[in-house]
């Protein structure tokens, strides 16, 4: 600053203009107006940003703005649900965990048990792989955990390690080995863990519930059920297309067996017409979390 100018500002400041000016200024931008101003303008922002990041191809624009429309006409409590697996990762931090149910007297490896956790992480990396660096998606990996599993006799589970919880001989009304009621975030999903014997870092979120001869898939906020012998045929491949199918209604991601959103060919969430996550699947994806992201302050 040249000496004549900070002399001028000494002046102005002894004789108390600057100080009144910045009072003036201070009390201006504090006033409750000037907050509510701030505030209005910083959600304008949020808003912009959020229209911003919603860039879907064209020719995918109208078939996705026709899924959302029938989603928010068919959903009873769309916006009150509080259990998408996507409610289930942010309470954990960004991470899921399942529970096994095996229901089958086809004995389980060690091997094959680390295969199937394995080929559960693999699956869900898919459709979180559509969101990352997406959307305010705040997670670049997405660990999955399998930390228990149910069987109806202890010796059809051929390991001794104490890698997972082990619910032996628990059965629901139909018969099926289940894990346990008190570790199931279905049960619990107001965070109480304390009758788990595991407490809560023990809990799961979702089962993998495989059962001999059951046909099809059937899958939503409480996990995916299929065929043994199906899953046991894929679980070393890289897309296990039922799995990733049900994984998609734990997302929240409607079925399609009466129509065809507009523009829009085989996709993965209509059954039968494709055997991966296809971009428009990853879009849907997108926009749920679209529509849900502001209920975890993002």
């Avoid at 629901?172 to 304390?194: I, K, L, M, T």
């Amino acid at each position: 600053m040249p000496r004549r100018t900070r002399a001028l500002v000494r002046r102005l400041w002894r004789s108390g203009l600057v100080a009144a000016l910045t009072m003036v200024v201070a009390a201006v931008y504090a006033s409750p107006s000037a907050a509510a101003n701030r505030q209005a303008a910083a959600e304008v922002a949020a808003e912009q940003a959020a229209a911003d990041d919603w860039t879907p191809p064209a020719n995918l624009a109208q078939g996705l703005d026709e899924v959302w429309r029938h989603v928010e006409s068919t959903y009873g409590n769309l916006y009150g649900f509080r259990n998408y697996g996507w409610d289930q990762l942010m309470a954990n931090g960004g991470r899921l965990q399942y529970c096994v149910r095996w229901e089958s007297n086809t004995p389980v490896t060690a091997q094959l048990r680390d295969q199937i956790n394995a080929s559960i992480q693999r699956q869900w990396t898919k459709w979180f792989d559509g969101l990352r660096g997406w959307g305010n998606f705040p997670y670049a990996q997405v660990p999955v955990q399998v930390v228990g599993w149910a069987a109806r006799d202890r010796s059809l589970l051929q390991w001794n390690d104490n890698s997972v919880d082990l619910y032996i001989g628990n059965l629901d009304s139909g018969g099926a080995p289940r894990c346990a009621p008190e570790c199931d975030r279905f049960h619990h999903q107001d965070g109480n863990y304390s009758r788990c014997p595991g407490g809560a870092a023990r809990h799961f979120d979702q089962s993998l519930w495989l059962t001999d001869g059951f046909g099809g898939g059937a899958g939503g906020d409480w996990g995916q059920r299929m065929g043994r012998e199906y899953y046991l045929g894929a679980v070393n491949q890289d897309n296990i297309h039922i799995l990733l199918h049900e994984m998609g209604h734990t997302l929240g991601l409607d079925d399609f067996y009466d129509w065809t959103p507009t523009g829009v060919g085989g996709f993965l969430m209509k059954a039968g017409t494709a055997s991966q996550i296809t971009e428009f699947d990853r879009w849907m994806a997108r926009d749920f979390w679209r529509h849900l992201r502001s209920r975890y302050g993002l």
